[in-house]
């Protein structure tokens, strides 16, 4: 069974500039929400999205945006990066009525 | 609102020694508890879960029970050892919110030999 997968693993952009990042879910999940985690903090979620449509979202702004596709992977798209921006972000699947979410590794972002 | 409160680290043990990491929760429905670790460079891992009130999770030695009249999941471990030396988070999923999880700030935990 193939867990959660991220891509790319890290990534350098500068200030202004635009970013998607990739999410492959586990098998069988159709379930896909995004985190960012700042350093030193706890996750923080963005949104969620259930059979590709956007099932809940936290207090980020609309430049924050994001897609799931018929196979259930995702991505999560960041408009007019800022400095605060740089974080780890994680993706997690779940199966939607069950409650436990399994986390990829991670695409760490900095922004210059 | 809901939000997961943990005790601050870092916390640094040595080799079996006992371990306990306090998370206190405040949720508006009944909510699911989980703690999950992160390793140096990694993602998160789910280490326990408890889904209702009295539900004991147990994993690789660690375990927290869900107290519901203290709001507490506490995790404990009689003997550390130099591979559990991570970062810990306790987090929390409330029906009435769907799938979102609420983390805590994490707890670092350092085993010396």
């Known amino acids: 069974e193939t867990g959660v997968t991220q891509s790319p693993t890290h990534l350098i952009k500068t200030r202004g500039q635009q970013v998607t990042l990739r999410c492959s879910s586990q098998s069988g999940h159709n379930t896909v929400s995004w985190y960012q985690q700042a350093l030193g903090q706890g996750p923080q979620f963005i949104f969620q999205?259930?059979?590709?449509?956007?099932?809940g979202r936290g207090n980020f702004p609309p430049r924050f945006s994001g897609l799931q596709f018929p196979n259930y992977s995702s991505e999560l798209n960041v408009n007019a990066l800022e400095l605060d921006d740089s974080a780890l972000y994680l993706c997690a699947s779940s199966v939607a009525a069950e409650k436990t979410q399994y986390f990829g590794p991670g695409t760490r972002l900095l922004v210059l | 609102g809901n939000s997961v409160t943990q005790m601050e680290g870092p916390v640094t043990l040595s080799e079996e020694a006992f371990l306990t990491i306090n998370c206190t929760y405040t949720a508006t429905g009944y909510p699911s508890l989980f703690w999950y670790v992160q390793y140096p460079g990694e993602g998160l891992q789910l280490l326990l879960k408890?889904?209702?009130?009295?539900d004991k999770g147990s994993n690789k030695g660690f375990e927290a029970t869900y107290r519901k009249e203290t709001t507490s999941f506490h995790l404990e471990k009689g003997s550390v050892q130099v591979s559990d030396s991570a970062v810990y988070f306790c987090?929390?999923?409330?029906?009435?919110?769907?799938?979102?999880?609420?983390f805590g700030t994490g707890t670092s935990l350092t085993v010396i030999p």
């Open positions: 987090a929390l999923s409330d029906k009435p919110t769907g799938n979102q999880f609420y």
């Open positions: 999205y259930y059979r590709e449509e956007e099932n």
């Open positions: 408890a889904t209702k009130a009295d």
